[in-house]
């Protein structure tokens, strides 16, 4: 059974990370290319800034990409 304290952190840390870097990995390159941003670099930044690393992909990152 999961306890609240367990929860909190799928609910605050994993789940962004995840939902951040599938849609990361998703995109082609040529999208990534068209916005000049590095999608490896994003990558390691969703994943080893935590709840940080999502959060700035999905404001400065995602936008541009989609623009695209």
Do not use: K
């Not at 609910?11 to 941003?37: E, H, K, M």
């Not at 490896?40 to 990152?61: K, N, S």
């Amino acid at each position: 059974m999961i306890r609240g304290s367990e929860l909190l952190f799928i609910v605050v840390y994993l789940i962004p990370t995840i939902w951040a870097l599938v849609d990361a990995l998703r995109a082609g390159d040529s999208v990534w290319q068209a916005s000049n941003q590095n999608q490896t670099v994003w990558v390691i930044v969703i994943l080893l800034v935590p709840l940080l690393g999502p959060l700035l992909y999905f404001f400065l990152a995602r936008p541009s990409l989609r623009e695209t």
